[in-house]
């Protein structure tokens, strides 16, 4: 049973900072792509970032280029996104993902795992 538990979300205000966790267990990470996206209300759900089995490459969605970071601990299979400058625009629930393969996608069909979701709430 593959399973992906977020971690971190709240309500804060504009400007603040927030760290988002993914703790995977259940199956083997090794050599996939991971990365996370969001759901605004009313919205289609977005890609936000995504980074290599390795660590070496990643990824971002230009809304949020320079102010969030993407990061993994393969050997704790544990994948963080830390969100800084936060604005009311971020607000959404962030959902962590599994890559079909070794590869960085920005559409959904390419992920075949998805964690329940974390809330963010930014406000002005």
């Known amino acids: 049973q593959v399973r992906l538990a977020e971690s971190g979300g709240g309500s804060v205000q504009a400007g603040d900072s927030l760290r988002l966790s993914c703790a995977a267990s259940?199956?083997?990470?090794?050599?996939?792509?991971m990365a996370w996206f969001r759901q605004a209300p009313g919205k289609e759900r977005e890609f936000v970032a995504g980074i290599t089995w390795t660590g070496g490459l990643t990824y971002y969605t230009d809304s949020v280029k320079g102010r969030f970071t993407i990061s993994r601990d393969k050997t704790e299979n544990l994948l963080s996104l830390q969100m800084n400058s936060l604005k009311p625009d971020d607000t959404a629930v962030y959902y962590c993902?599994?890559?079909?393969?070794?590869?960085?996608?920005?559409?959904?069909?390419?992920?075949?795992?998805w964690g329940q979701g974390t809330q963010v709430t930014v406000s002005s």
């Open positions: 259940g199956r083997d990470f090794s050599r996939t792509a």
């Open positions: 993902v599994r890559s079909r393969d070794s590869l960085i996608h920005i559409t959904t069909p390419n992920y075949d795992y």
